[in-house]
Each structure stands twice: as structure tokens, then as C-alpha cells.
């Protein structure tokens, strides 16, 4: 282990220090959710660090769809328990439910 890959306590970010990383890949092998990438320069892994340096991350602020959403964990349960609440209603509406 380098311990290049560390996860911030609080937020459960999970950071790269580039210092560290000697491009062994093994965070790529085992990672479960497979959004560690090799960078397009080096040997270096690469991942999603949520743009720490923005209010909104880059990908939720460019989302033509608004699909993505930044969230914390409760208002994110709150928008999908509001959001099945409406699909529902509209099903029942239409006559399908």
C-alpha cells in the first residue's frame, strides 16, 4: 500500500495524493464501483474527487438533463422518495395504476 488513495473521515471523499501514486493500479483492480481510470498523460490513476474547489462538481453543473444531482445523503433520499411519490400520482391519473 502507497497510500495514495485516502477517504476524508467526515465527507467519505476519497482523494488521490499524486506524490504518492506510483501507477501499481491495484485502487482500479479493486475498486467496486469502477470510476478509477488511468490519466491520459502518465501512469497515474485518476478518479472522480467531486471538484473540491466548486460549489456544484463540473458534471452536475454541465448535465444538459439535469439528470445528475449533488446531493447529501438524506435531501438525495428525500428528492427520490418525492420523486417516485409524483410517478405514482401520474400513473394513477393516467388510468395505468
Known amino acids: 500500500r502507497t497510500g495514495a488513495m485516502t477517504q476524508d473521515p ?3 471523499i476519497v482523494t488521490r495524493d499524486q506524490e504518492k501514486c506510483v501507477g501499481c493500479w491495484m485502487c482500479a483492480m ?3 464501483y469502477g470510476v478509477i481510470t488511468r490519466a491520459k498523460e502518465g501512469r497515474v490513476a ?3 474527487d467531486r471538484c473540491p474547489d466548486l460549489d456544484t462538481p463540473a458534471c452536475v453543473a ?3 438533463t439535469h439528470t445528475l444531482i449533488y446531493a447529501e445523503e438524506e435531501e438525495f433520499a428525500e428528492k427520490m422518495r418525492s420523486d ?3 410517478r405514482i400520482a401520474r400513473g394513477y391519473r393516467a388510468g395505468v395504476l
Open 84 to 86: 417516485a411519490a409524483s
Open 62 to 64: 454541465a448535465c444538459p
Open 30 to 32: 479493486v475498486c467496486p
Open 46 to 48: 485518476v478518479k472522480c
Open 10 to 12: 467526515v465527507t467519505r
